[in-house]
């Protein structure tokens, strides 16, 4: 039974990391390659506090509350560079983190921190949690992408020059996106804390930035329900297809390419296709 | 004589930097595409250089070979990734690329081993001492001047020939030279050639100076090379050439005096970023 | 009809018979990357603790019962380690674990194993953390700073080299050696005049090759794996620059001397195997993992293999007894593997001598040994 709950709790925190990738990539049009540096914020806030004694439900605030901070640099760096630029500087960003984090001692450096508690909930109660806060915050995306917000994002993410044009505040907007993103990225990265209960400056790097941004195409860029159904399945992937062992990485290499080519608009897509292909036959 | 070594080693490495990056900026001149896939070319060059060198000892066929076999892969990941995709949103043709970049690096490790393959006859080995004990090996001297060979005939093309003329046409407007006649798909298709020609050259360099290939040596150019173009100035090929030496020079100073504090891919991007602080559209972009 | 009923009763009775007799596999749990950058480390070892695990059975297994290596790809991720581990406990039902991967996957997966009861042997990856996890945890290899400081005696005291220069990778391994080396340099009279650090991921070393000359030492300690140490003697040699280098385990295969070629001959490197051992073990490891995988051995297979073996003695000396009798039969070990006699201390860090090996004419050889053991003590906490 600890086998699934692991991996359902893996597979929340997952959903978490992407949703918070969504809003700012997906709602809002700012494409970033360097997502994980938020969570590696966000876990490594929550690692150093508990191992300094912290209860874990305080280290979740200051996760987030330290990650939005960063997210909120990057989020003004973003009104400086646009598009590609944009992408590369986030790429930029997460080499910088990673490579500052493995030089600080107080950090654990090469050999990361270890050691940390197991959750004072339980197994179970853990995966609760970490599955009411996936939930919450899908809950919370649908809602404001329905919202007037959302609405102003999905302009943003359409035409900025436009949006501008139109007297909507772009850099606020933006803002905005960033540090909700990034902050939730960084209550996710105390969740993988509590969860793996080892970090270390090779768990949050440039490949896991690049696998959280998969998730979000391969769901549906902007879907709230596809991101999380990408998640779900991509985080597990590796330990589903241990069959396959040696041609693990060959085999999601080759999906995620042929998503590409085939289904572009992610399972969002081929779900709301699928769905019009029933409406049109009854 | 310390910092002149530490300079050329830093434009031996910004030549190796330009040959792979020249590659990028060509096709997202081109087609506004991030062709992360680029990387496994440079590795495929490092392959097939070992390999054909060690089978027929003439490391000149082996690169040669190396550098005409990959041109036209770079064709055929073309046609297999990027033309399909190219009315969807730029990001797609990204996540495929790096898709392929990822599944390349395995398919590397399944046929040729994880351990990597080495030269049986190292070629190149030994160095100069030129005046006051500068040491240059004989590999770096042959990168350096490789690298500047191929850029000049790359220009003459560019400049001169019908061919590289119409390839000049149709990256600056491509609308305006299919009224002049101009085959863009022919364009295309020599674009991707010769950029991941440079990409084997630049493979089989690598190899050459490190004697070893591995499945996963494209993975510090998949990333290295985009943050060269942008910080070049996407699709300004002068720029590329600057920031591939820029990022060169810094690493091999950067490295040795503070190496203590950020790696190399840190310091190469903090670098990035500051620069990008200053000038949005990098240092030749245009406004 | 009654006959032919009869008969096949008689067969399927037989056959029940035949099946309840066939021996209970013992599993054993074996996590090692065969994915990703450390695929190699990863499926030499995997070759070592199935030879190992093959010796075993054709032996006569455990008491009769054949020991079957439950293998899984952690790709040396923790993220991935942690979830093997659950699945080989609860999936599997291991009796006892491997690990064949590098120090984050290994110390995320202690965890589990020692909250679980589950015996978990760490056949060389470097983290200190590892044993600190618990009791259940044992380590078959030298932990880095141990290594790190029998190379500064090596280099100060029995090679009279006193102006070093320090070359680290930056990774656990890397800085858990050089910080080892420079805990006690200044007992040996070791002057280090250069520190230079470089990534995994680095192949090209003209920078620091042309500082290092301008260094002018008497010895290099670099610290790297076969694939980052290779190209970088090579440069040294290539560069001109004839001082010694000294190496450690991770240089220990042969495909350093073929990347580096002739400019391997006299690297120096402390490590666990010692090829030109006599002892039986070692040799009989060598020529059957030779002959079974078809390239030369390397330490990261000798560890695994020993680590097998190690778990195989407690196996059968605690008989089929639970798993907190195997925790203390692996305690008590005192077994002579290929990689050199194995105990543990209390916390589970093993205690041996270190071997130093030499490249001469394209092969590892024997150098010499270091028996200190109060240098070599290893961490007790």
């Known amino acids: 039974m600890a086998y699934e709950i692991t991996l359902i709790t893996t597979m929340a925190i997952s959903i978490l990391f992407a949703l918070s990738l969504n809003f700012i990539t997906g709602f809002c049009g700012q494409i970033s390659l360097g997502h994980a540096a938020f969570m590696g914020v966000g876990a490594y806030t929550s690692a150093v506090m508990i191992k300094a004694g912290c209860p874990f439900l305080l280290t979740i605030p200051f996760a987030g509350t330290f990650a939005g901070l960063l997210g909120v640099l990057v989020g003004f760096a973003s009104l400086r560079v646009r598009h590609d630029f944009l992408a590369i500087t986030t790429m930029g960003v997460v080499f910088l983190f990673v490579g500052l984090v493995r030089q600080q001692e107080f950090l654990g450096g090469e050999i990361g921190i270890s ?25 919370f995306s649908l809602a404001i992408k329905r919202s007037w917000m959302g609405y102003v994002f999905a302009s943003i993410a359409d035409n900025e020059d436009i949006s501008r044009v139109l007297g909507i505040d772009v850099s606020k907007y933006k803002l905005i996106a960033f540090v909700v993103g990034t902050s939730t990225a960084g209550i996710a990265g105390a969740l993988y804390t509590q969860h793996f209960r080892f970090v270390g400056p090779d768990s949050f790097g440039f ?37 396959v062992n040696d041609f693990k990485i060959l085999v999601y290499g080759a999906l995620l390419f042929c998503m590409m080519r085939w289904a572009p608009d992610g399972f969002a897509g081929i779900i709301s296709r699928w769905i019009k292909r029933l409406r049109s036959t009854s | ?102 599944a390349s690096e395995e398919i590397f490790r399944i046929i040729f081993g994880p351990y990597g393959l080495s030269y049986t006859n190292p070629p190149m080995q030994g160095y100069f001492e030129l005046f006051g004990g ?51 798909q022919n364009v295309r298709y020599m674009n991707f050639f010769i950029g991941s020609a440079l990409a084997a050259a630049a493979g089989v360099l690598v190899a050459m100076l490190n004697n070893l290939v591995e499945p996963s040596m494209g993975s510090v150019a998949s990333y290295k090379a985009l943050a060269i173009i942008v910080l070049g100035g996407l699709g300004s090929i002068r720029g590329t050439l600057i920031a591939a030496m820029a990022i060169g020079i810094i690493e091999s100073f950067g490295t040795i005096y503070i190496g203590h504090l950020l790696d190399r891919d840190a310091l190469a991007f903090a670098f990035l970023i500051v620069v990008l602080m200053i000038r949005p559209q990098g240092l030749l972009g245009a406004k | 009809m009654k006959i032919k009923s009869k008969l096949m009763m008689a067969t399927v009775c037989l056959a029940s018979i035949a099946s309840s007799s066939i021996a209970d596999n013992i599993k054993v749990g074996f996590n090692v990357p065969l994915t990703g950058f450390a ?42 380690s942690v979830p093997i581990a659950q ?72 090679l009279g080299l006193k102006k070093a220069v320090v070359v680290t990778l930056q990774n656990d391994f890397g800085k858990s050696l ?204």
């Open chain 1, 115 to 139: 050691g940390i508690r197991g959750s004072p909930f339980g197994r179970i109660g853990f995966m609760c949690i970490c599955l009411g806060l996936a939930a919450g915050f899908a809950m």
């Open chain 1, 207 to 243: 490949v896991e930035s690049i696998t959280v941004l998969a998730m979000v195409i391969v769901g549906g860029i902007g879907s709230v329900w596809g991101v999380a159904v990408a998640a779900a399945f991509l985080s597990v992937m590796p330990l589903l297809f241990q069959f």
């Open chain 2, 1 to 102: 004589m310390l910092y002149l070594e530490l300079f050329f080693q830093g434009i031996v490495q910004g030549s190796i930097y330009a040959l792979i990056a020249l590659g990028l900026t060509l096709v997202y001149g081109l087609l506004r595409i991030l062709h992360v896939a680029h990387a496994a070319l440079f590795t495929l060059g490092g392959y097939l250089g070992v390999i054909v060198t060690n089978a027929t000892g003439s490391f000149l066929l082996a690169t040669a070979v190396a550098m005409i076999v990959v041109g036209f892969v770079g064709i055929a990941v073309y046609k297999l990734a990027y033309e399909p995709l190219l009315s969807k949103p730029p990001f797609i043709s990204l996540i495929a690329s790096i898709a392929l970049f990822i």
């Open chain 2, 134 to 184: 500068f040491f240059l090996k004989y590999g770096e001297a042959l990168v350096i001047v490789l690298s500047v060979v191929m850029l000049v005939i790359l220009g003459w093309f560019a400049a001169t020939t019908r061919l590289g003329v119409s390839w000049r046409a149709t990256v600056t407007d491509p609308d305006m030279a299919r009224a002049f006649g101009i085959n863009t």
């Open chain 3, 39 to 80: 695929a190699a480390d990863g499926t030499s070892a995997l070759n070592g603790a199935e030879l190992a695990v093959e010796q075993i059975n054709s032996a006569g297994g455990i008491n009769g019962d054949i020991i079957e290596l439950v293998v899984y790809d952690d790709q040396a991720s923790p993220k991935e």
């Open chain 3, 87 to 158: 699945k080989l406990i609860e999936s599997d039902n291991v009796v006892a674990a491997v690990s064949g991967s590098y120090s984050g996957a290994t110390r995320a997966a202690a965890g589990i194993f020692q909250e679980s009861g589950v015996p978990y042997i760490s056949a060389y990856a470097i983290h200190p953390d590892i044993t600190r996890a618990g009791d259940y945890v044992f380590r078959t290899s030298f932990v880095g700073e141990v290594q790190g400081r029998a190379g500064a005696k090596l280099a100060g005291e029995m």
């Open chain 3, 178 to 381: 050089v910080a080892g080396f420079k805990e006690v340099s200044a007992n040996y009279g070791i002057d280090i005049v250069g520190e230079y650090e470089y990534s995994i991921k680095d192949r090209q070393f003209g920078p620091i090759v042309s500082k290092i000359r301008a260094d002018n030492p008497d010895v290099i300690y670099a610290t790297g794996y076969f694939f980052t140490a290779g190209p970088l003697v090579s440069q040294l040699r290539a560069a001109g620059i004839t001082t010694t280098i000294i190496g450690q385990e991770g240089y220990d295969s042969q495909k350093f001397i073929d990347i580096a070629g002739t400019a391997a001959e006299g690297t120096i490197i402390t490590t666990s195997l010692d090829r030109d051992s006599t002892a039986v073990e070692t040799q009989d490891f060598i020529t059957a993992f030779e002959a079974k995988s078809g390239n030369k051995t390397d330490m990261v297979a000798a560890s695994a293999h020993t680590a097998i073996k190690v778990l195989a003695a407690a196996l059968q000396s605690s008989g089929d007894a639970d798993r907190a009798a195997l925790r203390d039969a692996i305690a008590g070990t005192q077994l002579t593997a290929s990689t050199g006699d194995i105990s543990f201390n209390d916390l589970g860090e093993v205690q041996k001598s270190v071997q130093v090996q030499v490249v001469k004419d394209g092969q590892w050889h024997h150098h010499s040994v270091i028996h200190d053991a109060a240098l070599l003590a290893p961490p007790t906490e």
